[in-house]
T-cell receptor
Framework: AQTVTQSQPEMSVQEAETVTLSCTYDTSESDYYLFWYKQPPSRQMILVIR??????QNATENRFSVNFQKAAKSFSLKISDSQLGDAAMYFCAYRSGNAGGTSYGKLTFGQGTILTVHP | ETGVTQTPRHLVMGMTNKKSLKCEQHLGHNAMYWYKQSAKKPLELMFVYNFKEQTENNSVPSRFSPECPNSSHLFLHLHTLQPEDSALYLC?????????????FGPGTRLTVL
C-alpha cells in the first residue's frame, strides 16, 4: 500500500519570503500522480499543483513550484513571495496510475502541514 | 450553485439519532467520493462511486450508509454513531477514467456526535 508522509506539522513564513513544505511517499509503482492541495480556514480544499511521475520537469503554477525527486520519492512544494492568503493547511496526495489496480483512482493523503504567514 | 455543495454545514446528533449528509456536484463529473477528516489524521477515503456504482468501500462501519441516486448527488446516511465519529466529512467529485484528473471538494459537514 502507498503511504504519504508530511514530516512538518507546522511551518511559518514571513510575507514575501519563500517557504518549502516537505512530502515523501512510498510506492512500488512506476506510474502515479502527485498533488498538493490547500485547505484554507474556510475548509474548502482546492488543488494547488500536480505532477505526473513520468515527467522529469518540475511542475510550476505561478508562485507555486515543486521539487520532484523520483528516486528519493520526495515531492516538496515551494511557495515564493508568500502572501497572507497562502495561510492554510497543505496536503500532499498520491494517486496510482495503474489502471486495474486495487488502488486505482484513490487519493492517499499525508497528515498535512499548517502554514502560517506573518505580515 | 457552482462546484460541489454540501448540506448541512454543521450537524450535532445524539448516538441514537438518524441523519443524512447531502452532497451535490454541478460540474458534470461521474465519480463522487466521501472522505473523513479527523484532527491530526490524514484524510481517510470512505467510499467511491463511479457512474452511480460503488467501487470502493474502505472498510467503513455499517453505521455509515452511502447512497448515490445519480452522478450529481451523493448521500451519507448516519445511524447509531459513536462519539469518535465526530469529524469533518468531505465530499469530492472528479471525472473518472484518468488519475490525473483533479478532485473537487465541497466545504464539508462538521459532525459532532454527543
Amino acid at each position: 500500500a502507498q503511504t504519504v508522509t508530511q514530516s512538518q506539522p507546522e511551518m511559518s513564513v514571513q510575507e514575501a519570503e519563500t517557504v518549502t513544505l516537505s512530502c515523501t511517499y512510498d510506492t512500488s509503482e512506476s506510474d502515479y500522480y502527485l498533488f498538493w492541495y490547500k485547505q484554507p480556514p474556510s475548509r474548502q480544499m482546492i488543488l494547488v499543483i500536480r505532477q505526473e511521475a513520468y515527467k522529469q520537469q518540475n511542475a510550476t503554477e505561478n508562485r507555486f513550484s515543486v521539487n520532484f525527486q523520483k528516486a528519493a520519492k520526495s515531492f516538496s512544494l515551494k511557495i515564493s513571495d508568500s502572501q497572507l492568503g497562502d495561510a492554510a493547511m497543505y496536503f500532499c496526495a498520491y494517486r496510482s496510475g495503474n489502471a486495474g489496480g486495487t488502488s486505482y483512482g484513490k487519493l492517499t493523503f499525508g497528515q498535512g502541514t499548517i502554514l502560517t504567514v506573518h505580515p | 450553485e457552482t462546484g460541489v455543495t454540501q448540506t448541512p454545514r454543521h450537524l450535532v446528533m445524539g448516538m441514537t439519532n438518524k441523519k443524512s449528509l447531502k452532497c451535490e456536484q454541478h460540474l458534470g463529473h461521474n465519480a463522487m467520493y466521501w472522505y473523513k477528516q479527523s484532527a491530526k489524521k490524514p484524510l481517510e477515503l470512505m467510499f467511491v462511486y463511479n457512474f452511480k456504482e460503488q467501487t470502493e468501500n474502505n472498510s467503513v462501519p455499517s453505521r455509515f450508509s452511502p447512497e448515490c441516486p445519480n452522478s450529481s448527488h451523493l448521500f451519507l446516511h448516519l445511524h447509531t454513531l459513536q462519539p469518535e465519529d465526530s469529524a469533518l466529512y468531505l465530499c469530492a467529485s472528479s471525472q473518472s477514467g484518468r488519475p490525473y484528473n483533479e478532485q473537487f471538494f465541497g466545504p464539508g459537514t462538521r459532525l459532532t456526535v454527543l
